[in-house]
T-cell receptor, first 116, second 110 residues
Framework: EPEVTQTPSHQVTQMGQEVILRCVPISNHLYFYWYRQILGQKVEFLVSFYNNEISEKSEIFDDQFSVERPDGSNFTLKIRSTKLEDSAMYFC??????????????FGPGTRLTVL | GQQLNQSPQSMFIQEGEDVSMNCTSSSIFNTWLWYKQDPGEGPVLLIALYKAGELTSNGRLTAQFGITRKDSFLNISASIPSDVGIYFCAGHRHGNQFYFGTGTSLTVIP
């Protein structure tokens, strides 16, 4: 069964460093998403991406964040200068059509980011 | 941001018991979803609800989309140990953004 994969599973970084979190969405999916979950809290939407551009973003997704689909399979989230409060679980998700015509988003296993 | 409040925050039940949890919002949503998250994993969709009043079942799970479009509940009948996890509701109005609830942690005691 196809699944969303994410690497690394755990990333430890120093405050101020750049990190890139990687995701491989399900191959025939067209919509891609990043979510964040601070430990013990709810899942929060960061950004959605379609047709090589951001289609929607939340207030959390500020100028420190960027997303890219560098090739036909990977979808990345970059945090330019990490802060302590960026420590969280980051989930990638994909769907084959957009959620306005709702279709299931499939979530990856997540990358735990720890900023020291 | 939107606030979806789930209750109860946590539940400890005996295996075989039924479970009921709900989700409320001050805003109207067009779609309600219920997810389960196991430790160290991403959320997995359990049930999706598309219109007010809709009652949908998936095995031992039953969920309803409230008439006011501001709430939803999830019931689990005859709980089993593998039901352990955190259950999240999520609401969608338009665009591609979902708003997740605060979560209900379920512990099933064998």
């Amino acid at each position: 069964e196809p699944e969303v994969t994410q690497t690394p599973s755990h990333q430890v970084t120093q405050m101020g460093q750049e990190v890139i979190l990687r995701c491989v969405p399900i191959s025939n999916h067209l919509y891609f998403y990043w979510y964040r979950q601070i430990l013990g809290q709810k899942v929060e939407f960061l950004v959605s991406f379609y047709n090589n551009e951001i289609s929607e973003k939340s207030e959390i997704f500020d100028d420190q964040f960027s997303v890219e689909r560098p090739d036909g399979s990977n979808f990345t989230l970059k945090i330019r200068s990490t802060k302590l409060e960026d420590s969280a679980m980051y989930f990638c998700a994909s769907s084959d059509i957009g959620v306005s015509s709702y279709n299931e988003q499939f979530f990856g296993p997540g990358t735990r980011l720890t900023v020291l | 941001g939107q606030q979806l409040n789930q209750s109860p925050q946590s539940m400890f039940i005996q295996e075989g018991e039924d479970v009921s949890m709900n989700c409320t919002s001050s805003s109207i949503f067009n779609t309600w979803l219920w997810y389960k998250q196991d430790p160290g994993e991403g959320p997995v969709l359990l049930i999706a609800l598309y219109k007010a009043g809709e009652l949908t079942s998936n095995g031992r799970l039953t969920a309803q989309f409230g008439i006011t479009r501001k709430d939803s509940f999830l019931n689990i009948s005859a709980s089993i140990p593998s039901d352990v996890g955190i259950y999240f509701c999520a609401g969608h109005r338009h665009g591609n953004q979902f708003y997740f609830g605060t979560g209900t942690s379920l512990t099933v005691i064998p």
